[in-house]
């Protein structure tokens, strides 16, 4: 929504601006998204075994976790963002404009965090319609808010970042309501006891298990950020385009995320039961829509790129600029979407560590030397080889995890 308002009510630099700040907070922010699939995991193994009260703490020592960094954050913010953004665009109007949009942003990663953790809970429940409601009502939140502070009132790249900031304090006061309303009495009993021994057990589990998917986030938004910042240095159309095409990128994860996530919750249940047959059951079960859904948004994306960037976009030059690269956005589901299946199957299974390793191999063994190589060669790096690399990390992830598919079975077996 941040880029459709301005790519109508502003200027290209603006559609920049946000489009690199974004990135910059999905790297800073999505480092900390292990809070919603960490929960999400923790929470249907626990309901697996049948241990409510157990449920209820891994949120208790989430949202205790999710309130101390939190608290870091917003010391550091203020020296960490422009740092950051210093180093990933010049000098410019575009990067000042970034600067300010993403500060606006960055105050609003606490109620971020509640909400992840509050959605968390609710998927490892098998309650997913609670975080569609969470989600649908910050989305039109944030309609309103920049339909307003950027249509109405012109404020362009810190109008869509106030819009943003004011949808995400909705959303996270909601999901605290709706989460102390689907308590169960016995379960608010439990929350309300925070000095009870066992809540300062399990600390080391959690750790080690968000600990991995810190790092496996980290390196993939550090490469979505390389992908938007790299565009500053093709010209202000390339980075624009590539601002619209990330934003084609968040649509179609998130349209995928969706079974990926009853994946997750599925997946954890059995794996909590030592249930062998049901985990295959459920990996299958989601796989099918899964590989719909990416055929699906690929067809769509190409058959509907005209009607797609006339909604986001009156600037011509954008808009060419965008139909240019436009086909390695529309593969993007098609290549990618075994690497959120696999990745809703192991979190629910709870291996983060083989998550990460695959993530690791994908990024430093693909995608850094692809794009080094090129650099290094006498046509340089170009936006069109920047895009290549990033599908092809996509496909050697999924294939990393497909091949420890055998091991992640035993560890399920195992109870492992």
């Known amino acids: 929504m941040d880029t459709a308002a301005l790519g109508h009510f502003a200027t290209a630099t603006d559609i920049g601006a946000v489009g690199l700040g974004a990135a910059v907070v999905s790297t800073l922010f999505w480092i900390f998204a292990f809070l919603r699939t960490g929960t999400t995991s923790l929470v249907g193994r626990s309901l697996g075994r049948a241990d409510a009260p157990g449920a209820v703490r891994h949120v208790q020592r989430a949202l205790g976790l999710a309130l101390a960094m ?39 990663l606490p109620a971020m965090l509640l909400a992840l953790v509050v959605s968390g809970y609710f998927i490892g429940a098998k ?13 039109v939140a944030n309609i309103v808010l920049d339909l307003i502070l950027v249509g109405a009132l012109g404020y362009g790249a810190q109008g869509a970042a106030w819009g943003t900031f004011g949808s995400e304090l909705i959303g996270a006061a909601l999901a605290l309501i709706l989460l102390w309303r689907k308590l169960t009495p016995t379960q608010r009993q439990t929350f309300r006891d925070w000095r ?46 590539n601002a619209i095409m990330l934003q084609m990128m968040n649509l179609a994860s998130y349209a995928l995320d969706g079974y990926a996530n009853a994946a997750e919750a599925l997946v954890s249940h059995a794996a909590g039961a030592g249930d062998v047959p049901q985990f295959h059951a459920s990996v ?42 436009w086909p390695w956005i529309a593969l993007l589901p098609l290549l990618s979407w075994g690497a959120y299946w696999f990745d809703g199957v192991y979190l629910g299974a709870g291996q983060a560590g083989l998550m990460f390793g695959a993530m690791a191999v994908s990024v430093l063994g693909v995608f850094v030397p692809m794009v080094l190589i090129s650099a290094g060669t006498s046509g340089g790096l170009t936006n069109g080889i920047v895009w290549t690399s990033f599908l092809t990390l996509n496909v050697v992830r999924q294939v990393t995890l497909g091949a420890a598919y055998p091991r992640l079975t035993r560890k399920v077996a195992s109870g492992t």
């Open 70 to 108: 939190a608290a870091v954050w917003l010391v550091v913010m203020w020296v960490v963002v422009p740092a950051i953004l210093h180093v990933l665009a010049p000098a410019g109007p575009a990067r000042d404009a970034a600067i300010a949009y993403t500060l606006i942003r960055g105050m609003s």
């Open 196 to 241: 009870d021994r066992s809540l300062r057990q399990g600390w080391t589990t959690l750790l080690k298990f968000n600990g991995s998917l810190m790092g496996r986030t980290a390196l993939l938004t550090g490469v979505v950020t390389f992908v938007a910042s790299v565009g500053s240095y093709f010209g202000p159309e390339v980075l624009a385009a």
């Open 284 to 325: 299958i079960a989601t796989a099918i829509p899964m590989a719909v859904i990416g055929v699906g948004l690929t067809l769509v994306f190409w058959l509907g790129r005209g009607v797609i960037l006339t909604l986001l976009t009156d600037l011509p030059d954008v808009r060419s600029t965008a139909l240019e690269y």
């Open 127 to 139: 309650n997913t319609r609670i975080p569609l409601v969470i989600a649908s009502t910050q989305a």
